[in-house]
Each structure stands twice: as C-alpha cells, then as structure tokens.
Nanobody, 126 residues
Framework: QVQLVESGGGSVQAGGSLRLSCAYS????????LGWFRQAPGKEREGVAS????????YLADSVKGRFTISQDNAKNTVYLQMNNLKPEDTAMYYC???????????????????WGQGTQVTVSS
C-alpha cells in the first residue's frame, strides 16, 4: 500500500554535495516516522537520519551531524536528505523506509523500518 521511491544519487568528489529525495505514495499516516539508511556492500544497513512526517523533528546520526540535513515537503509527499561535504565513507546505497511500529523516531535499527524503496547509489571519490 505504501510505496517509497528514492532518487538523487550520483557520483561526486569528496567535499561535494547531493540532495536525495524520498517520494512516498499510498497511505501514509501523518505522524509516521520516515528514516534514511545506507548500506555499503558487505556491511549492515546503517541509520542516517529520520523525521516525523508532518512535523519538524529531525534526527541525525552522529556521523553526519553538521553535514547532512533532513527536511520534507508535505505538499509534494517528499522527504529530502541534503548531503554536504561528502566523504568517501559516505559511499553506499541509500534507502528510505517507514517505521513499522510506534516508538522513538530514530534509526537505531533498520529492523524497525519497512516499505523500503529500491535505493539510490551515492559514490564519493577522493
């Protein structure tokens, strides 16, 4: 019922910027938590940022604080992840998902999220 589509990935040099989009369709409860995660080959899916839909309540992982910003445009049913000062260690597939159950809107575990999109690749070269 809920579908998420990520876009905006690409290849950039270290220090560059990208803006990822997560467009959602279908039913989306106004207070649902949407999270951004990333996963490099052979690595666990790592939480990046999250936000309650319809509210300004961003959460950022320590690794991206000061560099990334999560925001939303409810009229466009889209959540954005602005990524600045990208580093090679940011290279990964980036996914967005909806938290399946209530609780804190944090990305402590990908297991709490679902309705994953197909992901968008971010590659940062040095």
């Amino acid at each position: 019922q809920v579908q998420l589509v990520e876009s905006g990935g690409g290849s950039v040099q270290a220090g560059g910027s990208l803006r990822l989009s997560c467009a959602y369709s279908g039913y989306a409860y106004s207070s649902q938590c949407l999270g951004w995660f990333r996963q490099a080959p052979g690595k666990e899916r790592e939480g990046v940022a999250s936000i309650y839909l319809g509210a300004y309540s961003p959460y950022l992982a320590d690794s991206v604080k000061g560099r990334f910003t999560i925001s939303q445009d409810n009229a466009k049913n889209t959540v954005y992840l602005q990524m600045n000062n990208l580093k090679p260690e940011d290279t990964a597939m980036y996914y967005c998902g909806i938290r399946r159950s209530g609780g804190s809107c944090r990305t402590e575990s990908a297991a709490f999220f679902g309705y994953w999109g197909q992901g968008t690749q971010v590659t940062v070269s040095s």
